[in-house]
DNA sequence: CGGTATCCACATTGATACTG
DNA sequence: CAGTATCAATGTGGATACCG
């Protein structure tokens, strides 16, 4: 979730959308404690629309690092570890 | 643990002794599922005594690189995280 | 000292149904 | 679409007693 966070997904269903197959609320109480300690916050998905997206804070972008060194270091010792998170652009 | 390890402690003892107060059921389930997962590997602790001591392996060692991660995002971003953890003296 | 063996408490997960 | 509400299943942790 975080590294769908991280690759840019913001959506509630593009988390349930995700190969881990999450039930709903499981995600919906985990984006609730990420909201509280804030490494995600909420904002308009579409302006005028009623629905919310949730964007990573500073705080929760700083968790790419962690992220990305465990992706290494499974990478490297092991198998069968597969690759798809790239850092995002900083546009 | 895997801190003390990383801290240069290899004792079952040392394991128990930590703050957490981790019990001697816990600490031995974890060791076997980290020598399961070649994490760690068991060494005499003393040369001809009869007890062992437990090493990281290269793989266990690269874990590093995730805990420090870790302590630093923690430093940055949540108050009263201490910093007993510093990378230890490869001699 | 370095563990095993029990047993219980609690947290987390997951499936599923329902709602504004 | 974005949740909330239940409830059962499982996992993990912790206290404690015991053993070679």
């Known amino acids: ?16 959308a995700s190969p881990e197959g999450i039930p709903t609320n499981i995600l919906s109480e985990r984006l609730s404690r990420l909201l509280e300690h804030r490494v995600v916050t909420q904002v308009p998905a579409t302006s005028g629309g009623r629905h919310l997206a949730y964007r ?21 010792w092991e198998k069968g570890t597969r690759a798809g998170l790239v850092p995002m652009q900083v546009t």
Do not use: P, Y
Not at 1 to 16: A, E, P, Q, T, V
Not at 56 to 76: F, P, Q, Y
């Open 1 to 16: 979730m975080i590294r769908d966070l991280l690759l840019g997904r913001s959506r509630f269903k593009d988390f349930l």
């Open 56 to 76: 990573l804070t500073k705080k929760g972008e700083a968790l790419g690092a962690i992220i990305l060194a465990m992706r290494d270091w499974g990478l490297v």
